[in-house]
């Protein structure tokens, strides 16, 4: 048994998409093992935070792969067309409930509330990461859902800059654009974690 499932992990995600069109469940297995945890990242940092909320739309993805494997082009690479759907999914989400600005509302107001330019001093002793994923989980919502979503598969997600302009239907020049003015506006905004460094140097990242 442990020889047959070894044989999916040498498969690409694109042959295992091939084996779920055919029914095979243990392909199904081995590339939820993969991406799972990615997906539900990514649902949780374009929903707000919402733990609950990325859980779901995790399960509704993957439902998805199962109930409709035929709508993957086979033709196509497999990480692309995921985050595609993921990306679009929450697109929908923004657009039926305004999740957006009742969560924007919510951080901005509990981010104002703290004195980061203050507590630096201590953050310099001891880097409290959550509260600086918290800060930047605050000031990436302030961006539109195209910038945001471009940093968070790129930095996130490691996808290249080919990948996200199919995600998002951009070119990569666009994609460069984007990424640059996210990284320098965040590096402004949050340079009370590092008051050493005023920007942020995307000459070598965004290729």
Request: net charge negative; aromatic share 14%; glycine share 4%.
């Amino acid at each position: 048994m442990a020889l047959f499932m070894h044989r999916y992990k040498k498969l690409s995600d694109e042959k295992l998409m091939e084996s779920i069109q055919r029914s095979d469940t243990s392909a199904f297995d081995e590339l939820y093992h993969r991406y799972s945890q990615r997906l539900l990242l990514y649902f949780f940092r374009e929903l707000g935070g919402n733990e609950q909320k990325a859980q779901d739309f995790l399960q509704d993805i993957f439902l998805k792969i199962v109930e409709k494997p035929g709508l993957f082009d086979t033709e196509r690479r497999f990480s692309t067309w995921i985050f595609t759907v993921a990306y679009n999914m929450c697109k929908n989400e923004y657009r039926r409930l305004e999740v957006r600005e009742a969560f924007q509302n919510n951080v901005t107001a509990d981010a104002a509330s703290h004195d980061y330019e203050g507590e630096y001093q201590q953050a310099e002793q001891n880097v409290d990461q959550g509260r600086f994923e918290k800060a930047v989980l605050a000031e990436l919502d302030e961006f539109d859902d195209g910038h945001r979503s471009a940093f968070l598969l790129r930095y996130q997600q490691n996808l290249s800059i080919r990948e996200i302009g199919e995600v998002l239907g951009c070119s990569e020049g666009t994609i460069k654009s984007r990424l640059f003015y996210t990284t320098q506006k965040l590096a402004r905004r949050l340079k009370a974690f590092n008051p050493y460094k005023t920007e942020v140097s995307t000459d070598e990242k965004i290729k």
